[in-house]
């Protein structure tokens, strides 16, 4: 089977314009996590989703984040406002058994 | 507080030579230890994992890590470094046990000299 899939691969927008990146998930897994990529910070966790559970979104860097989970499968992650600070690469991983899987990435540039 | 250290920023070595990534972790009770590969521009390869069953573990491309709970540390091994070795190296934890979310440490820099 496929591999986590996450579109777009690049995103480049200005400053101010909303967002959204997506991520297909390795089907069957029920753990979904994104994580943020960036120079300064590393990788940090942003937010999980477990089967129909409430998300944990302690990862999340302000409200201006949120991501959704539809039918347990594709999540799409939302970044209201961008700024320049949110550059970076937003990493998607699925899990299993402890075992996260991760996507290729959407490297975003606000602008 | 719980976290992951990797020890050297880069680490350069020469092709056929051994490689040493090291990795310290903090941590109230033994976690799950993981090491990621990261070649340029491509996403995160798990190279191998440690769930307690054994504390020497071997992954994939000949590398093998030692889980050392006294020491708590998680060092990368290879033998003989290829050139294709040459990547970031993330030593990862989870440390959380309720959202078991991944715990990075800030990666090593592999450089493989001809």
């Known amino acids: 089977g496929a591999g986590v899939s996450q579109s777009p691969s690049n995103k480049v927008t200005e400053k101010g314009k909303d967002v959204e990146l997506r991520c297909d998930p390795i089907s069957g897994h029920t753990a979904l996590y994104w994580y943020r990529q960036s120079l300064g910070q590393g990788l940090e966790f942003l937010i999980y989703f477990q089967g129909n559970s409430a998300p944990d979104k302690s990862g999340l860097p302000s409200d201006r984040f949120s991501a959704e989970r539809t039918g347990g499968s594709v999540s799409t992650l939302t970044i209201q406002r961008t700024q320049q600070e949110d550059s970076a690469v937003y990493l998607c991983?699925?899990?299993?058994?402890?075992?996260?899987?991760f996507g290729p990435g959407t490297r975003l540039l606000v602008l | 507080a719980q976290s992951v250290t990797q020890l050297d920023s880069h680490v350069s070595v020469s092709e056929g030579t051994p490689v040493l990534l090291r990795c310290n972790y903090s941590?109230?009770?033994?976690?799950?230890l993981f090491w990621y590969v990261q070649h340029p521009n491509k996403g995160l390869q798990l190279l191998l994992k440690?769930?307690?069953?054994?504390?020497l573990v071997k992954g994939i491309n000949g590398f093998e890590a030692e889980f050392k709970k006294s020491e708590t540390s998680f060092h990368l091994t290879k033998p003989s470094a290829h050139m294709s070795d040459a990547a970031e190296y993330f030593c990862v934890a989870i440390m959380d046990t309720g959202r078991r979310a991944l715990t990075f440490g800030s990666g090593t820099r592999l450089q493989v000299q001809p």
């Open positions: 440690y769930t307690s069953a054994a504390t």
């Open positions: 941590s109230s009770y033994s976690p799950s």
């Open positions: 991983a699925s899990s299993v058994q402890e075992t996260q899987y």
